[in-house]
Each structure stands twice: as structure tokens, then as C-alpha cells.
T-cell receptor, first 111, second 119 residues
Framework: QKEVEQDPGPLSVPEGAIVSLNCTYS??????FMWYRQYSRKGPELLMY????GNKEDGRFTAQVDKSSKYISLFIRDSQPSDSATYLC???????????FGTGTRLTVIP | GAVVSQHPSRVICKSGTSVKIECRSL??????MFWYRQFPKQSLMLMAT?????????EQGVEKDKFLINHASLTLSTLTVTSAHPEDSSFYIC???????????????FGPGTRLTVT
């Protein structure tokens, strides 16, 4: 079983739509949860991170973690064409540097 | 701050030759650097973890004699793909870890990647 599972998509939405991206993970020891955005032929950039369960909001982006179900979500409100990218979820345990990535979901926001 | 560069961005080489990829943290010192590879439409796969001044730790299934990693300084790590074959063609991405100053601990900053094509 992979440490992190993510639907690869692709996902296409019209501009202004609410986007929901999701991952599941298997190891209950994971405590840190990250979302990275990767544009084509570029390295990933950290978008948001959360610790343990709960929500975190940053502008149009909301990250949500439910540790009871081992479920990670990223919501994008009022999506823009510039949001078109691949979004990767990642997790790690306490004191660890190694990240476990999902496969990434390719998102296209259509103007 | 926290910029990581990689060189070259693209390289095409013939089968059997060796290719060196450099990863530099430009404005911070990174005690740990990571090397990943990414196949099309797949996630990043950790190849090895590199600590300055010590031997790299390779993930299971990664040949250490084929993928030579050197971490000579706190700002530079190199990955050499030796005797490259077409199946080594991939997108290689490095990251450098820096103490984030918050509960995330060390935060990884990724380079822009190097696309290797072996013909």
C-alpha cells in the first residue's frame, strides 16, 4: 500500500469554480501535511502546510486534515486560470525530513 | 529567500555516458539535500538523502553505484548518473532542507528540475 494516495485527475473546471483536491494516507504517525503546486517542467513549490487535524486558510486556499479518516483536502475558491497546475499532497512524521508525496492531481481552470 | 537552483535544466546524452546534475541552495545553508525523480504523470520518488560531509542514504531499489551523490558543501550537492541508459530518462528534482522556524521543522525547497533524455 502506498503511503499517500491521490487521484491523478485530470480535473478541468470553469473559472470561478470551487476546486476540491483530496488525498488519503496510510500511516497514522504522519503529523505534518503539505500541499505543493507544480507548474509544468518546474519544481514543486510549497503552497500550504498543516499540523495534525484541522483547517487552515490562506486567501483562496483552504487546507483540511481529518486524522480520524486519514484524509487530506485542499479547497480552492474562485479558481483562476493561473491556478492551472499539478497539485501534490505530501506528509511527514515528527522529526523526519523525508516527505511522502501523492501522485499529484493535474488541474486546468478554463477561462 | 530560500532559492534552490539546478544545472543544467535540460540535458541530452548518449547511452553509456555519464551526466552530472548540480543542485545549489543560493541564499541559505542546507545540511540536508534530497534527490527525487519524477516520471510523466507520476509523483516524486525519493532517490536518496544527502547530508553534507557524509555518504548519501539511498532508498530501496536505487543503485548507489549508478546514481553517485556528492554533498561537498552546505550549498552544493551533485548527482551523477553513470553509464546512462534510455530508461534513466526522467525529470530529476533536488530539494534543500532549511530549518523553517515553525512547527514544520525543516522545510524543503525544491529546485526547478533537470530533464534528462538518454538517446
Amino acid at each position: 500500500q502506498k503511503e499517500v494516495e491521490q487521484d491523478p485527475g485530470p480535473l478541468s473546471v470553469p473559472e470561478g469554480a470551487i476546486v476540491s483536491l483530496n488525498c488519503t494516507y496510510s500511516n497514522s504517525a504522519f503529523q505534518y501535511f503539505m500541499w505543493y503546486r507544480q507548474y509544468s517542467r518546474k519544481g514543486p513549490e510549497l503552497l500550504m502546510y498543516t499540523y495534525s487535524s484541522g483547517n487552515k486558510e490562506d486567501g483562496r486556499f483552504t487546507a483540511q486534515v481529518d486524522k480520524s479518516s486519514k484524509y487530506i483536502s485542499l479547497f480552492i475558491r474562485d479558481s483562476q486560470p493561473s491556478d492551472s497546475a499539478t497539485y501534490l499532497c505530501a506528509t511527514k512524521g515528527t522529526g523526519a525530513n523525508n516527505l511522502f508525496f501523492g501522485t499529484g492531481t493535474r488541474l486546468t481552470v478554463i477561462p | 529567500g530560500a532559492v534552490v537552483s539546478q544545472h543544467p535544466s535540460r540535458v541530452i546524452c548518449k547511452s553509456g555516458t555519464s551526466v552530472k546534475i548540480e543542485c545549489r541552495s543560493l541564499d541559505f545553508q542546507a545540511t540536508t539535500m534530497f534527490w527525487y525523480r519524477q516520471f510523466p504523470k507520476q509523483s516524486l520518488m525519493l532517490m536518496a538523502t544527502s547530508n553534507e560531509g557524509s555518504k548519501a542514504t539511498y532508498e530501496q531499489g536505487v543503485e548507489k553505484d549508478k546514481f553517485l551523490i556528492n554533498h561537498a558543501s552546505l550549498t552544493l550537492s551533485t548527482l551523477t548518473v553513470t553509464s546512462a541508459h534510455p530508461e534513466d530518462s526522467s525529470f530529476y528534482i533536488c530539494s534543500a532542507a532549511r530549518l523553517a522556524g515553525h512547527y514544520l521543522g525543516h522545510e524543503q525547497y525544491f529546485g526547478p528540475g533537470t530533464r534528462l533524455t538518454v538517446t
